[in-house]
């Protein structure tokens, strides 16, 4: 999806981290199962702020927190975002999160400083990168309608069959199908407020450096994502805007 004509390539938005990606070899990557089409009740910009927003994580995600500490961290270049943990030393008490610990291997082609770590990746507007040390997954939030998004996903792998890697893949599956229960819960809870008639624009933390810049980018291309209220009806029937908007 593209909100404006002549925008950067995935390959230009993404040079700044060429750097970081390298080791993962994307290009000897496999599909891992089929695509998963997962529909959502929400506005995909929704979807977009959820996967961005850094300080959901110790309030949404208390298996995250459990594996990162306080080590997550953000980061807005001109069309990515990135967000990261590493996996710290102190055993989970959650089983699944405890094994994937103990049992994710060493990976030969990767540096010694991601061995351990998760980063995610979000290019503008609406296609992201979770990238772990046994697999990488692939995801975009496809606009249906204004209040209907489709979450078009699929995992990678490079081939490896060790048994603990296999086992490390099944507990990611199983620690993040968790983490898409907290995130689709709260995801529904913000839509349902903003179809409040009560409901209007509020700050933005100065440390979301993500939300901010995906919102500066939205208000300079659609100048009724400034206002406080919904506009009148048929808006976005005006040339130049994109119907889901």
């Not at 060429?18 to 290009?27: G, I, L, M, N, S």
């Not at 949404?60 to 995250?64: E, I, K, S």
């Not at 995801?139 to 086992?167: C, G, H, N, W």
């Given at each position: 999806m593209r909100l404006e004509n002549g925008g950067p390539s995935?390959?230009?938005?993404?040079?700044?981290?060429?750097?970081?990606?390298?080791?993962?070899?994307?290009?000897d990557l496999q599909a891992l199962g089929r695509v998963v089409m997962r529909p959502r009740a929400v506005n995909w910009k929704n979807v977009a702020d959820n996967y961005s927003d850094g300080l959901h994580i110790p309030v949404?995600?208390?298996?995250?927190t459990r594996l990162f500490g306080r080590g997550y961290a953000i980061e807005a270049n001109d069309h990515v975002d990135k967000m990261w943990g590493g996996l710290i030393e102190r055993e989970s008490v959650n089983l699944s999160e405890r094994l994937y610990q103990r049992l994710l291997p060493p990976v030969a082609h990767l540096p010694p400083e991601r061995q351990r770590l998760w980063t995610y990746f979000k290019l503008?507007?609406?296609?992201?990168?979770?990238?772990?040390?046994?697999q990488v997954d692939f995801?975009?939030?496809?606009?249906?309608?204004?209040?209907?998004?489709?979450?078009?996903?699929?995992?990678?792998?490079?081939?490896?069959?060790?048994?603990?890697?296999?086992?490390a893949r099944y507990l990611n599956w199983r620690i993040n199908r968790q983490v898409n229960r907290e995130d689709t819960a709260l995801i529904a809870r913000v839509q349902q407020g903003m179809a409040s008639s009560s409901y209007t624009v509020g700050?933005?933390?100065?440390?979301?450096?993500?939300?901010?810049?995906?919102?500066?980018?939205?208000?300079?291309?659609?100048?009724?994502?400034r206002l406080h209220h919904p506009p009148a009806p048929g808006w976005s029937r005006r040339p130049g805007i994109h119907a889901h908007a």
């Open positions: 995935v390959a230009e938005m993404m040079a700044p981290y060429d750097h970081e990606v390298a080791p993962y070899r994307f290009e949404a995600h208390p298996g995250l503008w507007p609406n296609v992201a990168f979770d990238i772990y040390p046994d995801m975009q939030f496809l606009p249906v309608s204004p209040t209907q998004t489709l979450i078009r996903e699929i995992a990678y792998v490079l081939p490896d069959d060790r048994r603990e890697m296999k086992a700050p933005l933390g100065t440390s979301e450096v993500c939300l901010r810049s995906f919102a500066r980018k939205l208000r300079a291309l659609i100048p009724e994502a």
